[in-house]
């Protein structure tokens, strides 16, 4: 049975932090489908096409690696991709505690998926999109935070 897992998040934008996990979760599983879910509580800062280009170019060396999109229910994507496992990075206590409720309630509605936790390597715990957002909205130096292909894409626009 083919080891299918599903990474989801926003992704905007997406960051080192992600591709750090993304990059260490590589050789885990046979195949790595990164979800950008659609958040009614959240305003993304780059349209969908942006995110997804960007995860295609980081990723165009990496045929485990798939970028979708979807609504609804994560655990019930999960269903229709027939992944079994869902991946999550951690930077901290706060994190830790807040996706350990999301896995448990996913293992309610399905017990065949298991989340799987990834702590961020240290020198990217720190990095969440909401801050990068708001040093590229302010002019800010992005490029500890950022893949350098997002970096020169934000950079050619602006």
Not at 64 to 74: A, C, D, I, P, Q
């Amino acid at each position: 049975m083919e080891r299918i897992c599903l990474f989801p998040g926003t992704f905007d934008p997406i960051t080192l932090g992600h591709t750090d996990v993304i990059d260490r979760a590589l050789d885990l599983f046979d195949e790595l489908v990164v979800g950008i879910g659609t958040n009614s509580t959240k305003t993304p800062m780059f349209p969908v096409e942006q995110r997804i280009r960007w995860i295609k170019d980081i990723y165009s060396h990496s045929p485990k690696v798939k970028v979708v999109t979807y609504e609804g229910l994560t655990i019930n994507f999960c269903k229709e991709i027939n992944a079994r496992f869902i991946l999550r990075g951690i930077r901290g206590i706060a994190d830790f505690e807040y996706e350990k409720a999301i896995a448990d309630v996913n293992r309610m509605m399905d017990s065949k998926v298991e989340t799987i936790f990834l702590s961020c390597t240290p020198k990217y715990s720190t990095i969440a999109s909401s801050l990068v957002r708001d040093v590229l909205r302010y002019g800010g130096d992005a490029s500890q935070l950022l893949p350098e292909k997002v970096l020169n894409s934000i950079k050619s626009t602006i």
